[in-house]
């Protein structure tokens, strides 16, 4: 059974920086999609990016380029995202998810990711 733990969430200043990390499980993630996205209170949940386990090529949102990057190590079967120059509007849960089906066009839709961790949060304060 797949399994994704999220960790790494908690406040941070305007500027600063976290990683998040996501330790998967269950089976072999090297032919998947691997995505983060993000959800503030009264909004959609929103991409921020991916990353194709396989090949390592990597998306981001608009909003986050340059700031995030999102990386895996093999070895951990983790995938993580390194969130730098934070800012208050960067606030949400943060949730990390496996796309078994995907294309370059899918990456940024969250219905096409199969299976989500439990969240974490980050809070950025001004």
């Known amino acids: 059974q797949v399994q994704l733990v999220e960790s790494g969430g908690g406040l941070v200043q305007a500027g600063g920086s976290l990683r998040l990390s996501c330790a998967a499980s269950?089976?072999?993630?090297?032919?998947?999609?691997m995505g983060w996205f993000r959800q503030a209170p009264g909004k959609e949940r929103e991409f921020v990016a991916a990353?194709?386990?396989?090949?390592?090529?990597?998306s981001y949102a608009d909003s986050v380029k340059g700031r995030f990057t999102i990386s895996r190590d093999d070895a951990k079967n983790t995938v993580y995202l390194q969130m730098n120059y934070l800012k208050p509007e960067d606030t949400a849960i943060y949730y990390c998810?496996?796309?078994?089906?995907?294309?370059?066009?899918?990456?940024?839709?969250?219905?096409?990711?199969?299976?989500w961790g439990q969240g974490t949060q980050v809070t950025v304060s001004s």
């Open positions: 998810a496996a796309a078994v089906f995907y294309s370059t066009a899918t990456l940024t839709n969250a219905d096409w990711y199969a299976y």
């Open positions: 269950g089976r072999t993630f090297s032919g998947y999609a």
């Open positions: 990353l194709r386990w396989k090949i390592g090529s990597t």
